[in-house]
């Protein structure tokens, strides 16, 4: 995958947001997404982001989860 398309890929799992890039990923990956190429960076996007998840203190987690609501 060229840095371009990987910018782009990375940018829409962004617009999409975590929990439907993990729905789309766990669904059908290849329909949704793209091919494995795709698949890995979703992985590896969703695996960052969950890092980030637990860098946080706990209270901003929980305010941001308020705000969703």
């Known amino acids: 995958m060229e840095d371009i398309d990987r910018q782009r890929t990375l940018e829409y799992f962004e617009r999409l947001g975590k929990e439907r890039v993990r729905l789309y990923a766990a669904i059908d990956c290849e329909r949704f997404l793209g091919g494995w190429q795709v698949r890995e960076l979703a992985d ?9 998840n ?16």
């Open 54 to 69: 637990r860098a946080r203190p706990l209270w901003r987690r929980l305010l941001r989860r308020q705000r969703q609501s």
């Open 44 to 52: 590896q996007w969703l695996a960052g982001q969950d890092g980030d």
